[in-house]
Structures are given as C-alpha cells and as structure tokens.
C-alpha cells in the first residue's frame, strides 16, 4: 500500500512539474494568461504556381495525381526543405511528399504520390520552411 502511494505521489510530482515548467516558459503569472508568437519573413515574395500531373492505373482504376509541378520559386527559397500536400473534400489530407528545394532554377517537380484519385483532389498545399 505504502509503494503504490509513493508511486501515485511520484507521478503527481512530475505531472505537476511538468505543467508548472511549461506554464512557466510561457512567461505566465496567477492573474494573467499568455502566449507568444513570431513574425517569420517569407522567402518567397512573388506568387508561386502548383499543378499536378495525372496517370491512368489500371491497378488503381482510373488516372491517379503522380506528381506536382511547382513554378516561380524564387532563390531566396533554394535548398529548403518543403511539403506538399494534396487535398480533398473538406481539406483531408490525400498524400504529402516532403523534400528539399533544388539549388538552383525556378521549378520543383515533386513525386511520387502514390494512389491519390486525381478526381479526389481539390487543393494542393506548398509549404517551405528553413
């Protein structure tokens, strides 16, 4: 009985300082509630353009969304990683890829997207980060 408390107090006591430390991270008083947030520069500054390619699958009947093709990507955004996702209804995610911008030029080719109905697709999500 006395282990099971002294287990109970243990997981109390990290719970807690836990909690406490985050709270405290976040620069929060007793009377007060807090957050922060960051102003992040975009490296791109002119718009981009992204469009997929679709293939016919017989395995999967009917044409499948297999790559996209991002255009005007500026070289302030060169060597960063970026994740492209496909959307459908009700913004689900169909497939993400992830990578790393080239080094160079102003198209990123991005595959492979594998089983995505391209009839599915309603969005495509660029993001670069770095």
Known sequence: MKRKLAIRTAIVATVFGGVYGLAASLGLTSDTLGAADTVVAACQGATMNATYTSTYSAIQPGYQATTVTITGLAASCYSKPYRVTLGGAAGA??????????????????????????????????????
């Open 93 to 130: 995610s169909l497939g993400e890829v992830t990578g790393t911008t080239p080094s160079s030029g102003t198209t990123i080719s991005v595959t492979p997207f594998v089983g995505v109905n391209a009839a599915s697709v309603t969005s495509i999500a660029v993001v670069i980060s770095g």
